[in-house]
């Protein structure tokens, strides 16, 4: 029949373009206007050795850190190699029960306020790199007692990594945890 | 809720009508055939493509001819990206050495993306190399959502003309989709997302130190991949440090832009949209949600462009956008009223599972009902982890057949049939002829739209029902009781209307629910698109009547109501038992738990 010509013709041509060509040229003109985003937002330190990504949430437990959200990666928490949720539904016990688990830990770190949800909820992507504001606020005195600091030096520093809304209204506030932290690590 | 997340949806809402009239009028003159801004540079590219190819441009088809080079083309493609997963191992492009994928997975994944589905039962950053991504699944991100385009303009031309059996070329609407529409606004995003921190590379995975290395224990396994237990019958574990982690690459930008424009919604990462390398900040999340939604929109001004109203263009996408305002609204306000259960914990009265911070609710509020209201079915949200009403309110829009305002094409065929319902019911009601833009609705025109609307609803009802007669796939619940049923039909809901979504907790990669879902997401995506072109066939073929004193006017409100009525109708009448028994029935169970 005489569409079976045209038909494969195009379907190889198009993917020629459209699965060589196009992604090729997306790629080069990534990689000469924002070669740092286009390969992962990577953040070197002082000696230009890279230290984590900004995009990427690292799961901080000791004391002396900030803590991000729960992240229901499978193998660990903050698994790069597994992004995901819990996909846990709203009344799921075995769910229930581990929110229970988170509030406690938190409770027994001396937080007596009531907890900002993304503190006791796992993000979508199990890699979520921030945190609200109140999140690292409520955590401030834990990290200042642990590191011997001053609770208001933390706040100033908190108030200092908080990224408004973008062009002021668009998303939530928020606070990039491993930022918060590398910049706590200078601070001693 | 808040001030902010109300002004970024009404700002969002107000940019869109704002595009939808220069970007409709532009897809009109794309498909007569006239002259564009990009003529110049694309004529070209387009007539050495026709040459090379052996496309009679000038050379119209019947639909029948229309709709077997339609099958045929996505037959093709199909089986070609099918040979792309079963020899991934041997192919160039894969710096991570990822292996070919199993049969039925490979064959899911293979109609999943002809169908503009989506559905992913992998997980990217694991199971797809660079070549799959490229040369699979970014080809026919393009060419299901050319497809689309394709069916809706042959089904408005059905209406624009008279006493002709040609309804267009299906090469040239294709072609002209991608050169004129598809190609350059991703061209023109994707750099844009990488601003913002979409990766784009073609990078082998990185390694990243933690600042912290992490403690954990991990459960032992054997040889065989089995844990380990004690004497006792508990699972053995082993202490682990881990001191630095893998992070995935890839071509991500490329893929995102068409990803969200063509409605198809197949993440790069098992995440989807809401990986922080797919939708880094509150802005892209808005441009994400703002690409899902131009095309099937501007689509409505396009067939009243073509057909000379232009108000019935208007008329229909109010219809879509005020469900579509409706949906938001809801899960906006029953996300931010949160989990009782979890608030009683002394925790803040609002649902941030399965959510980013970046977002807060009210940009997930718009993604979510943006992706099901439409046929794209990207997250950046976990469906499966919101609010019982929340979750009800994606599943609810799939159920509807998205036409809210619909997948890149599909939206405004399946819309158009709904019209089609509601005028002849109208018609039957108040004893008039039923007719629709000077075409005579007749039995031909009831049967194809009946097959259009109702075939999704035919497709959930049965497999949902089989699977819950199948222990095996009963097994794959990740939630008990109420919610693992709203997982089992979202499964199949999404799959039968080529969405792609999920309640992601569901184990989907099991041989059931591969082979059963390839059936669903076929059937679900070519009956309506042949019963389209059936339908456009015998339309153009009809003569035009004058509207007349006794014509029911289609442009105005009451028959805007009217429409919204038969939609939600259609959609209760079909799916209220199932869906009582799923998210209703935990709802109640929620409250009661206070």
């Known amino acids: 029949m005489k569409d079976m010509r045209p038909t494969l013709m195009l379907f190889i041509a198009f993917t020629l373009l459209l699965g060589g060509a196009y992604p090729l040229v997306v790629t080069g003109m990534a990689q000469l206007a924002f070669p740092s985003q286009a390969n992962g937002s990577f953040i070197a330190d002082a000696g230009g050795v890279s230290v984590g990504s900004r995009l990427i949430g690292q799961p901080f437990t000791g004391a002396k850190y900030f803590w991000p959200r729960p992240s229901a990666t499978d193998g660990f928490p903050y698994n790069p190699m597994a992004s995901g949720g819990s996909n846990a539904g709203p009344t799921n016990p075995d769910y229930l029960k581990t929110v229970a688990q988170r509030v406690r830990a938190l409770r027994e770190s001396g937080v007596t306020r009531t907890l900002p949800a993304e503190l006791v909820q796992a993000s979508a992507s199990g890699l979520d790199p921030e945190i609200s504001p109140q999140g690292a606020a409520i955590q401030a005195e834990r990290v200042a007692r642990a590191r011997g600091m001053k609770a208001v030096d933390l706040e100033r520093l908190i108030a200092k990594h908080t990224q408004g809304r973008q062009l002021g209204f668009i998303g939530e506030p928020r606070v990039n945890v491993l930022e918060l932290n590398l910049a706590l690590d200078t601070m001693k | 809720m808040n001030n902010y997340g109300w002004m970024q949806t009404i700002v969002f809402f107000v940019i869109l009508l704002a595009a939808v009239k220069p970007f409709g009028a532009y897809l009109a003159r794309v498909f007569r055939g006239e002259r564009t801004f990009l003529s110049p540079l694309l004529v070209p590219c387009e007539n050495l493509l026709y040459r090379v190819c052996g496309v009679d441009r000038n050379e119209e088809m019947p639909w029948r001819r229309y709709a077997l080079s339609l099958v045929l083309f996505n037959l093709a493609g199909g089986v070609a990206l099918f040979a792309i997963l079963l020899l991934q191992g041997a192919l160039p492009l894969n710096p991570q050495k990822l292996t070919s994928f199993p049969w039925h997975l490979a064959l899911n994944a293979a109609v999943s993306f002809m169908t503009n589905t989506n559905w992913q039962a992998y997980s990217g950053e694991t199971s797809a190399s660079y070549f799959t991504q490229m040369f699979g699944f970014t080809v026919h991100n393009f060419l299901s959502a050319a497809t689309g385009i394709a069916v809706a303009i042959a089904t408005i031309r059905g209406f624009a003309r008279h006493r002709t059996e040609l309804i267009g070329n299906f090469h040239v609407d294709l072609t002209r989709s991608i050169l004129y529409v598809l190609l350059p606004v991703s061209l023109l995003v994707a750099p844009l997302l990488v601003s913002q921190g979409v990766i784009q590379n073609l990078s082998p995975y ?314 669903a997401m076929f059937v679900g995506r070519f009956a309506p698109i042949v019963a389209s072109l059936a339908m456009a066939g015998s339309l153009a073929g009809k003569k035009y009547v004058p509207p007349s004193l006794g014509t029911l006017p289609t442009d105005k409100v009451p028959f805007a109501l009217w429409l919204s009525l038969v939609i939600l109708v259609v959609g209760a009448l079909t799916f209220f038992p199932a869906l009582s028994l799923g998210p209703i029935v935990e709802h109640v169970t929620m409250l009661g738990g206070k």
């Open chain 2, 206 to 519: 990185k390694m990243m130190p933690l600042v912290q290395p992490l403690t954990y224990d991990k459960a032992k396994v054997d040889g065989g991949g089995n844990a380990v237990r004690d004497a006792r019958g508990n699972a053995v574990t082993e202490r682990v440090v881990v001191r630095e982690v893998t992070v995935p690459m890839g071509p991500v930008a490329s893929q995102e832009a068409i990803k969200e424009l063509g409605t198809n919604g197949g993440g790069f990462f098992n995440a989807n949209s809401a990986h922080p390398y797919e939708n880094p900040t509150p802005f892209t999340n808005l441009i994400e949600a703002f690409l899902i939604l131009l095309i099937g929109a501007s689509l409505t001004l396009t067939f009243g462009e073509m057909t000379g109203n232009t108000r019935q263009g208007w008329a229909i996408l109010a219809v879509m956008l005020a469900l579509l305002v409706l949906a938001v609204g809801i899960n906006y306000a029953a996300e931010s009223a949160g989990n009782p259960l979890v608030a009683k914990l002394g925790v803040q009265q609002v649902n941030l599972e399965g959510k980013e911070t970046r977002f807060g609710v009210a940009g997930s509020a718009l993604f979510s009902s943006a992706t099901t209201g439409t046929s794209c079915g990207a997250v950046n949200a976990m469906h499966d982890s919101m609010t019982p009403l929340g979750g009800m309110v994606p599943l609810s829009l799939i159920l509807l057949s998205e036409v809210v305002v619909g997948g890149v094409g599909t939206g405004l065929y399946t819309m158009i049939a709904f019209v089609v319902i509601a005028v002849f019911v109208a018609g039957l009601m108040i004893g008039r002829t039923p007719e629709f833009l000077g075409k005579k609705i007749e039995v031909a025109e009831m049967w194809m739209s009946i097959v259009t609307v109702m075939t999704s609803g035919v497709l959930v009802l049965f497999f949902t029902t089989l699977a819950l007669w199948t222990p095996q796939a009963v097994a794959s619940m990740a939630n008990p009781g109420a919610h693992g049923l709203s997982e089992i039909l979202y499964a199949f809901a999404s799959m039968s209307n080529n969405n792609g979504s999920a309640f992601a907790g569901l184990a989907a990669n099991t041989l059931f629910y591969n082979l059963t879902g390839s059936l």
